[in-house]
């Protein structure tokens, strides 16, 4: 999941290097931390959360395939 969810975070944004994601497993979901740059945050969540919400349901799909649950977190760097 963390690899697919930074290619295409990073395919977004204009700073690919200040991409990271952080996977924390927990005991029935998985949590996907996305940090990017205060600049980028506007184009990973997109026109009223819609890249946001895609990328989740990607996400979502491609857990569901192993039988996982994930949520998926944007943040800012400080």
């Given at each position: 999941?963390?690899?697919?969810?930074?290619?295409?975070?990073?395919?977004?944004?204009?700073?690919?290097?200040?991409v990271s994601v952080?996977?924390?497993?927990?005991?029935?979901?998985?949590?996907?931390?996305?940090?990017?740059?205060?600049?980028?945050v506007g184009k990973?969540?997109?026109k009223e959360g819609?890249?946001?919400?895609?990328?989740?349901?990607?996400?979502?799909?491609?857990?569901?395939?192993?039988?996982?649950?994930?949520?998926?977190?944007?943040?800012?760097?400080?």
């Amino acid at each position: 999941m963390k690899e697919l969810v930074e290619m295409i975070v990073k395919a977004l944004v204009d700073d690919p290097p200040g991409v990271s994601v952080v996977e924390t497993e927990g005991e029935s979901i998985n949590v996907l931390e996305i940090t990017v740059s205060p600049d980028d945050v506007g184009k990973v969540i997109g026109k009223e959360g819609r890249i946001a919400n895609a990328i989740r349901t990607v996400t979502k799909a491609a857990a569901a395939k192993h039988d996982k649950r994930v949520t998926v977190e944007i943040m800012t760097k400080d």
